[in-house]
């Protein structure tokens, strides 16, 4: 099978790539390498062209013969999304119906779209959330991403488009390899700023404690990248059955607050991080964790390797392979 993947050369698109290239598949990563690396394309061809460039994106995709799409390509950072709302747009919805419309073009028919969880807004509800939660998104982030989830639908349902949408909770973790792992400059992430402030012995910022939850912190369900990715793989085949749109959950159902993430990064560490606690993030959410009955069911999905301490584990070896490495972003990765 001959695979496109938008995005491949960041943090969850290369942990795919990894998994298809022990399979046999044909794989080839467009990517413009703005917050992503030439080391995560492990070796497949990458073609560098942004997704905004739809002349290019057209024709990279009637030369490419695909038979699916990988679509990981865009920005992702909430508050840059506040202040460059036209990045946002531009790449998240733009791109995307650029290549949307060069699939329908080159009579490529199914596509894999990462979603996130930040379409449901602030939940309506304490319990977990399943897929027909009402979508409401607080951030510009999750507007661009809602909005082209419902373009994708729409393609569906005019052009014979198939599709499977994944909202993911919170990516996290790095691949038990070593060879891959998350690096984005800056970073935003919860995980590797623990850990990273564990390394450099600088104080994590915690922002909020007064939210109403056990212990005053936010609340958010940590999946592991890995498991992420074997979704997407289980996602081809179930295409192959079930044509047409679809959007699944992708989370484990377990909620962690920020301080418990600490607290379990210092037992695994043993070492105590320093914490300073700072005022509430906008746009965050008291509490999103997922309800993954449906991807569990209909795709025989199981997130097996996103219990907090393997996620910590393997992000915490990633962490220190950075650092012994000081890898940087034009390095080639050995
Ligand atoms: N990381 C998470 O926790 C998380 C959660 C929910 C959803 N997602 C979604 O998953 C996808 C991957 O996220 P990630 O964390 O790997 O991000 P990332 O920034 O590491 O990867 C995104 C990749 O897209 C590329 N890209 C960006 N703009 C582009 C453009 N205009 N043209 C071509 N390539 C472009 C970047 O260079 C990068 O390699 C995104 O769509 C994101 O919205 C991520
Ligand atoms: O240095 C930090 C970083 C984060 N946090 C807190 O940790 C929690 C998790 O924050 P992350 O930035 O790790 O993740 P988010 O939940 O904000 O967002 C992630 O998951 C969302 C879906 O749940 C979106 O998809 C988004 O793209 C993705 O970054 C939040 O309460 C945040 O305030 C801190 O206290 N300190």
Redesign the pocket.
């Known amino acids: 099978m001959k695979v496109l993947v938008?995005?491949g050369?960041?943090?969850?698109?290369s942990h795919l790539v990894e998994l298809l290239k022990l399979s046999n598949f044909t794989i080839h990563i467009?990517?413009?390498?703005?917050?992503?690396h030439l080391w995560a394309c492990q070796d497949c061809p990458l073609i560098q062209?942004?997704?905004?460039n739809r002349a290019a994106v057209l024709s990279i995709l009637a030369e490419g013969k695909y038979d699916a799409v990988f679509h990981?390509?865009?920005?992702?950072i909430v508050s840059e999304s506040a202040t460059n709302p036209s990045i946002y747009y531009n790449?998240n919805v733009i791109?995307s119906i650029n290549l949307l419309d060069a699939m329908i073009n080159a009579g490529t028919r199914n596509l894999i779209f990462?979603?996130?969880?930040a379409v449901y807004g602030t939940p309506i509800t304490n319990e977990n959330i399943d897929e027909q939660h009402p979508t409401n998104p607080i951030n510009t982030y999750g507007r661009s991403?809602l909005m082209i989830e419902q373009i994708i639908k729409d393609y569906c349902d005019a052009y014979q488009l198939n599709s499977i949408v994944f909202r993911?909770f919170?990516?996290a973790g790095a691949s038990p390899s070593g060879k891959i792992g998350e690096l984005?400059s800056p970073e935003t992430?919860l995980i590797p700023n623990i850990l990273k402030s564990i390394r450099n012995e600088s104080p994590l910022s915690v922002f909020g404690d007064d939210y109403n939850t056990h212990d005053g912190t936010c609340i958010r369900d940590y999946i592991h990248v890995v498991d992420l990715a074997f979704a997407h793989k289980l996602a081809l085949q179930f295409l192959k059955k079930n044509p047409g749109f679809n959007a699944f959950n992708l989370g484990t159902e377990t909620g962690s607050s920020v301080m418990q993430v600490i607290n379990v990064c210092e037992k695994l560490l043993v070492v105590k991080a320093e914490i300073r606690i700072a005022d509430r993030r906008p746009g965050d959410p008291e509490r999103l964790v997922a309800t993954n009955q449906k991807a569990c069911s209909q795709l025989n999905w199981r997130p097996s390797n996103s219990s907090l301490e393997t996620i910590i584990n393997s992000a915490w070896r990633w962490e220190k392979l950075l650092k012994e490495t000081k890898m940087r972003k034009s390095d080639h990765f050995q």
């Open positions: 938008t995005g050369a960041g943090y969850v698109g467009l990517d413009d390498l703005s917050t992503g062209v942004d997704l905004t990981f390509a865009a920005k992702s790449t791109g990462s979603s996130t969880a991403k993911y919170n990516a984005h992430h």
